[in-house]
């Protein structure tokens, strides 16, 4: 494959989707196998990942600052690219942006397509604030802060790279408006409803050729509650430690059941915009 | 070696001499007679020519390797024998040593044909204890909490296997070891003093008094991972598995050629792999109980 384009962004705001894709995409893949190992997902690594990073550069990014790992990062994912026989399925919740010297962060040579999930944020603020162990008002806080970055320790060796997620909204906007890259949107809301229809567009957006009957197995075999079981048997290496599970609910409407008033007018006054846009009702 | 080339630093590290234009954060001041390795201050090529293996900073080859810090310096390592480094102005001692001690070093012995592994090593109640682990599992801190508890450090970060008698021994590598401001607070020791690695990473070079400087057999190897689950979890590997896990936790093995030098490694860590019992012990990866940790072991060495 001498085409650079080889990597298809799997990009969102943290909970909102991204996981069951991959968990898909890993069982329409590899047909041959019975179930999916959430374990070892064929998308296996977030773009985040420090042993990505440190193995493609040829130096320990702990040995690096910040601004020299940001520098060397999109060379590092040009390399993972180059070095790759086949598509690869990349997991990023990184917002896109353009470094200070001008490059993007991801760079457009190496993108065959964005899947950008997007899932209403009253409702991703309920599930994050269970990821992350912390109130519903200090991750509306989180959801609003522009600098919020994982990783951002430097006093200690973070499990990943650094990554800024601005906003909610302005995560939404950097990949979908900003990139300038071939980007397809799929609310999360649609992935529960509409299932067979929504997971096939987005094969055939990403240039995939699969049957009707391919993506139905691929979406028995990915489905939440088959998740969710195998977390609870085996567990899930993606799981924060401070969460009680990573496949909580995953239901649309939660919010109604545990936002208070202000909170709903709180995350709707900042991103009611980007709300509507995106067919989310802020008459609430 | 030419006549006019001055040398005003002598080092032992990794179990060898080495003759150094430049100062080295950390190495050990010896003196010897014949040097093993020339550290020497030189324009480095921007390219090889014929690159078996890259990646983003470095290119090589079976006797060749070259690595570009843009901030910090360029470095050549041939032939196992020489590395010359182009210093960038105004880099820092301890900067460019980071890079010399670690990656260059790293490809130096591969080049030597020896087995490098990304583990550090420690005497701990006269057992000598080999502790591999990916980046931020925790090799330095429980190598430094060994100490603590009355062990004596034999390398932190890299340890070079020496299959010279007849049982692996890990050379001795140098008594400093490279840790976190985190772990130096969990561990109860200042940073007062101490060299930083780079000047914007609270990241320090720790001297440590008990070095160990004698060939030691191993007696275990622990692999030391993470996990999201509460309290510790030890499994002792067996067969081809011992193998895979001494493979993946091979210094820079991505740096080997594929040529010669992955066949020589491969008869290297499966020769370790048949000698020496290798357990993983897994912590949750938010907590280091050093306490536990150090007992599970003792309990398991």
Redesign the interface.
């Given at each position: 494959m001498d085409d650079l384009k080889k990597i298809v962004w799997l990009a969102s705001y943290p909970k909102s989707g991204n996981t069951w894709f991959r968990a898909f995409i890993t069982a329409l893949l590899h047909p041959e196998e019975p179930d999916v190992d959430i374990n070892n997902m064929h998308p296996s690594t977030i773009a985040s990942s420090?042993?990505l990073f440190?193995?493609?550069?040829?130096?320990?990014?702990?040995?690096?600052?910040?601004?020299?790992i940001s520098?060397?990062r999109p060379?590092?994912l040009r390399?993972h690219a180059m070095e790759s026989e086949e598509i690869i399925f990349q997991k990023v919740h990184d917002a896109y942006s353009i470094l200070h010297n001008g490059e993007p962060l991801f760079p457009t040579e190496i993108t065959k397509a964005v899947l950008y999930f997007i899932r209403n944020p009253l409702d991703m603020a309920v599930s994050f604030s269970h990821h992350l162990a912390t109130s519903i008002d200090k991750t509306i806080s989180i959801m609003n802060n522009p600098d919020y970055t994982f990783c951002q320790?430097?006093?200690?060796?973070?499990?990943q790279l650094q990554q800024n997620l601005s906003t909610w909204s302005g995560h939404v906007k950097s990949w979908v408006d900003d990139s300038g890259l071939p980007v397809m949107v799929i609310r999360y809301e649609d992935m529960h409803n509409e299932p067979i229809e929504v997971f096939s567009k987005a094969v055939a957006f990403i240039g995939l050729i699969k049957n009707r009957k391919e993506i139905e197995t691929a979406l028995e075999l990915a489905s939440f509650s088959r998740l969710k079981q195998q977390e609870q048997e085996k567990?899930?290496?993606e799981?924060?430690?401070?969460s009680a599970g990573f496949f909580r609910k995953g239901i649309v409407g939660d919010w109604k059941n545990v936002l208070t008033k202000e909170q709903v007018k709180h995350i709707i006054d900042v991103h009611g915009p980007m709300m509507k846009r995106f067919g989310y009702d802020i008459d609430v | 070696m030419s006549g006019k080339t001055k040398y005003p630093y002598s080092y032992r590290a990794y179990g060898l001499n080495i003759l150094s234009q430049l100062p080295v954060t950390g190495f050990e001041p010896a003196v010897f007679e014949t040097p093993d390795v020339h550290i020497k201050k030189g324009p480095v090529p921007e390219k090889l020519n014929n690159i078996i293996n890259?990646?983003?900073?470095?290119q090589s080859n079976e006797s060749e390797f070259i690595?570009h810090?843009?901030?910090v310096a360029a470095y050549y390592v041939k032939n196992g024998d020489e590395i010359v480094i182009q210093p960038i102005d105004n880099a820092s001692v301890g900067e460019i040593s980071?890079?010399l001690n670690?990656?260059s070093f790293g490809a130096l012995i591969h080049q030597r044909r020896l087995l490098p592994l990304h583990a550090s090593t420690v005497i701990f109640k006269d057992k000598c204890l080999v502790i591999a682990g990916?980046?931020?599992a925790g090799k330095s801190t429980l190598a430094m909490a060994l100490v603590k508890e009355g062990g004596t450090l034999v390398a932190d970060d890299i340890s070079v296997i020496d299959f010279s008698g007849e049982k692996p021994t890990v050379r001795p590598a140098f008594p400093t070891i490279?840790i976190?401001?985190?772990?130096l607070n969990h561990l109860d020791i200042a940073t007062t003093g101490l060299e930083p690695?780079?000047g914007?990473?609270?990241?320090y070079y720790l001297p440590v008094d008990k070095f160990n400087q004698t060939h030691r057999a191993i007696n275990h190897i622990f692999i030391l991972n993470?996990?999201?689950?509460p309290g510790l979890e030890i499994k002792t590997l067996q067969g081809v598995d011992k193998f895979r896990v001494l493979k993946k936790h091979t210094y820079?093995f991505?740096?080997i050629p594929k040529t010669g030098l992955e066949k020589n490694h491969f008869i290297l860590a499966n020769q370790l792999a048949i000698k020496v019992p290798v357990t993983i012990l897994a912590r949750?990866?938010?907590e280091f109980n050093t306490e536990k940790i150090v007992r599970a072991i003792s309990e398991n060495m």
């Open positions: 420090r042993q440190d193995e493609l550069a040829g130096v320990p990014s702990a040995d690096l600052t910040p601004a020299e520098h060397l060379l590092v390399r320790r430097i006093d200690r060796l973070n499990n567990g899930f290496s799981k924060s430690p401070a | 890259q990646g983003v900073l470095y690595l810090m843009e901030n980071a890079f670690g990656t990916i980046s931020g490279k976190w401001e985190d772990s690695v780079r914007e990473l609270k990241k993470t996990h999201n689950r820079f991505r740096g949750p990866n938010r």
